[in-house]
């Protein structure tokens, strides 16, 4: 999120007023002098807010500080720098072999209404490129978010910042947002899309979009069921795994111990590929974990499956620092006043679980990323999941326990080959696995465990390996 990543000036001691939601002062610029801070811990990929111009009046709830008010989509937005900052940001990204990734608002145009009427009071005029009433549907309140017709086909938004919907099914509205994206892709370098609310899109359009950009993107599709979302997939191939997120709070908040493992099942068995899709368990839309449950090895856990599990892992900033907003606005914390830390413990977790992930893709290139994910162990409080083939599988065990847990061993007989020599990425731990294959695993703390074939870890940078 831009405007709170990170300042110009470099300072870390700005206020920013969280109740209010205004603009923080987070810069394109200020992004650029932190981008160390975001690939030491070993990410290929930044992707920023929206970048065009939004509505600049404050209304009750705040400014337009996270991009998703979109007033002009051929200005860019004064408040996170000039077109020679953006196309600074990008040649310094791409100077690191990283990629740009840049979130999109297609589906709404916004106005301020200030409790008005959103059917009448919006100045179609003032919205640049969809300046006429006709770019748009007509006015209606969405009253069941479950409801695709009205999902689609009405306005998000409120009576207090109109969000006009496009009428993506016209003609002359799809070409124009295709000749925009293109240009937006060749001017400033842009590797990758995020689409904003792509669940309330024109399904028949999300193909016809992608085949415009011609590059990476994925569609927030906010939806709990895996048949609903993983149908998305034939419009669009990359889409939020929510079902994921959704089993990851059973298991890690409330103890659910079976949650996760019969929704991996379930994802793998109807959806056209899980590998596609976007992981995460933070953002900006959602409670932060630690405002759920403030657990520092409950959060390790859940970084753990976030890093690991099938398709493109994707970290809200400030995850690495165990930041606790509830909700919105208190989930969009400036990351400055944390000074930026290294040295903490989910920093630190982050960096380790993207060496081995990296590591597990090199040994492997073409295979590992596309192998399924699988459960091979359920106990009263843990759960293993492996991806890879033998001699390059990685294998996470997961514990719901917390800080509080005690010390025991697990036994698992599936995972790992006999008499193989395992280490644990975290701990630099090893233990053999028996000749008849059980691996006696020792557990404390709740702390999870990365387990690979110690033969596996030459060249990956962890555990004193080179």
């Given at each position: 999120?831009?405007?709170?990543?990170?300042?110009?000036?470099?300072?870390?001691?700005?206020?920013?007023?969280?109740?209010?939601?205004?603009?923080?002062?987070?810069?394109?610029?200020?992004?650029?002098?932190?981008?160390?801070?975001?690939?030491?811990?070993?990410?290929?990929?930044?992707?920023?807010?929206?970048?065009?111009?939004?509505?600049?009046?404050?209304?009750?709830?705040?400014?337009?500080?996270?991009?998703?008010?979109?007033?002009?989509?051929?200005?860019?937005?004064?408040?996170?720098?000039?077109?020679?900052?953006?196309?600074?940001?990008?040649?310094?990204?791409?100077?690191?072999?990283?990629?740009?990734?840049?979130?999109?608002?297609?589906?709404?145009?916004?106005?301020?209404?200030?409790?008005?009427?959103?059917?009448?009071?919006?100045?179609?005029?003032?919205?640049?490129?969809?300046?006429?009433?006709?770019?748009?549907?007509?006015?209606?309140?969405?009253?069941?978010?479950?409801?695709?017709?009205?999902?689609?086909?009405?306005?998000?938004?409120?009576?207090?910042?109109?969000?006009?919907?496009?009428?993506?099914?016209?003609?002359?509205?799809?070409?124009?947002?295709?000749?925009?994206?293109?240009?937006?892709?060749?001017?400033?370098?842009?590797?990758g899309l995020r689409l904003d609310a792509a669940k309330h899109?024109?399904?028949?359009?999300?193909?016809?979009?992608?085949?415009?950009?011609?590059?990476?993107?994925?569609?927030?599709?906010?939806?709990?069921?895996?048949?609903?979302?993983?149908?998305?997939?034939?419009?669009?191939?990359?889409?939020?795994?929510?079902?994921?997120?959704?089993?990851?709070?059973?298991?890690?908040?409330?103890?659910?111990?079976?949650?996760?493992?019969?929704?991996?099942?379930?994802?793998?068995?109807?959806?056209?590929?899980?590998?596609?899709?976007?992981?995460?368990?933070?953002?900006?839309?959602?409670?932060?974990?630690?405002?759920?449950?403030?657990?520092?090895?409950?959060?390790?856990?859940?970084?753990?499956?976030?890093?690991?599990?099938?398709?493109?892992?994707?970290?809200?900033?400030?995850?690495?620092?165990?930041?606790?907003?509830?909700?919105?606005?208190?989930?969009?914390?400036?990351?400055?006043?944390?000074?930026?830390?290294?040295?903490?413990l989910l920093y630190k977790t982050i960096t380790t679980l993207?060496?081995?992930?990296?590591?597990?893709?090199?040994?492997?290139?073409?295979?590992?990323?596309?192998?399924?994910?699988?459960?091979?162990?359920?106990?009263?409080?843990?759960?293993?999941?492996?991806?890879?083939?033998?001699?390059?599988?990685?294998?996470?065990?997961?514990?719901?326990?917390?800080?509080?847990?005690?010390?025991?061993?697990?036994?698992?007989?599936?995972?790992?080959?006999?008499?193989?020599?395992?280490?644990?990425?975290?701990?630099?731990?090893?233990?053999?696995?028996?000749?008849?294959?059980?691996?006696?695993?020792?557990?404390?703390?709740?702390?999870?465990?990365?387990?690979?074939?110690?033969?596996?870890?030459?060249?990956?940078?962890?555990?004193?390996?080179?």
């Amino acid at each position: 999120m831009t405007d709170r990543f990170a300042q110009t000036d470099g300072s870390t001691t700005r206020a920013c007023n969280l109740t209010e939601g205004i603009y923080c002062g987070g810069t394109w610029r200020g992004t650029i002098n932190r981008l160390d801070y975001i690939q030491d811990m070993g990410f290929d990929a930044v992707m920023i807010s929206p970048i065009v111009k939004n509505i600049e009046e404050r209304v009750s709830y705040g400014e337009a500080y996270h991009g998703y008010w979109v007033q002009d989509m051929y200005t860019l937005n004064p408040h996170f720098g000039t077109h020679q900052d953006l196309l600074d940001l990008s040649q310094a990204v791409h100077d690191r072999g990283m990629f740009l990734m840049m979130d999109t608002v297609i589906n709404n145009m916004a106005y301020p209404t200030n409790g008005g009427n959103p059917a009448t009071d919006v100045n179609y005029s003032s919205l640049i490129l969809f300046n006429d009433q006709g770019f748009y549907h007509p006015y209606c309140k969405i009253y069941d978010w479950n409801d695709y017709s009205q999902s689609q086909y009405c306005w998000t938004g409120d009576d207090i910042v109109a969000l006009p919907d496009l009428n993506t099914e016209d003609d002359r509205v799809q070409a124009i947002l295709e000749m925009w994206i293109q240009q937006m892709i060749s001017t400033y370098s842009i590797d990758g899309l995020r689409l904003d609310a792509a669940k309330h899109i024109t399904p028949g359009f999300l193909p016809r979009f992608q085949e415009a950009a011609n590059t990476f993107m994925f569609g927030e599709v906010y939806e709990r069921s895996v048949d609903i979302l993983c149908n998305y997939q034939k419009d669009l191939k990359s889409v939020t795994n929510y079902p994921i997120y959704f089993a990851l709070l059973d298991a890690f908040t409330l103890g659910n111990i079976e949650s996760l493992p019969n929704q991996v099942e379930t994802m793998k068995n109807r959806c056209p590929s899980v590998t596609d899709l976007t992981i995460f368990s933070e953002n900006h839309d959602i409670p932060r974990f630690a405002g759920l449950n403030d657990d520092i090895n409950l959060a390790r856990n859940i970084l753990t499956f976030t890093l690991l599990f099938d398709g493109v892992p994707i970290i809200y900033q400030g995850q690495e620092q165990h930041f606790s907003g509830s909700k919105d606005p208190y989930n969009r914390e400036a990351l400055w006043p944390s000074g930026y830390n290294t040295s903490s413990l989910l920093y630190k977790t982050i960096t380790t679980l993207n060496g081995i992930r990296k590591h597990a893709i090199k040994l492997d290139p073409g295979y590992y990323v596309n192998y399924n994910t699988y459960p091979v162990y359920r106990g009263w409080s843990e759960m293993a999941f492996r991806k890879g083939r033998d001699g390059h599988q990685v294998i996470m065990v997961l514990s719901t326990q917390g800080v509080n847990g005690g010390a025991y061993t697990i036994s698992m007989m599936d995972g790992f080959q006999p008499s193989v020599v395992v280490m644990d990425v975290f701990s630099c731990s090893t233990w053999t696995v028996s000749d008849m294959g059980e691996l006696r695993l020792d557990m404390d703390k709740g702390e999870p465990r990365v387990l690979v074939p110690r033969d596996m870890m030459p060249g990956s940078g962890l555990c004193g390996f080179g």
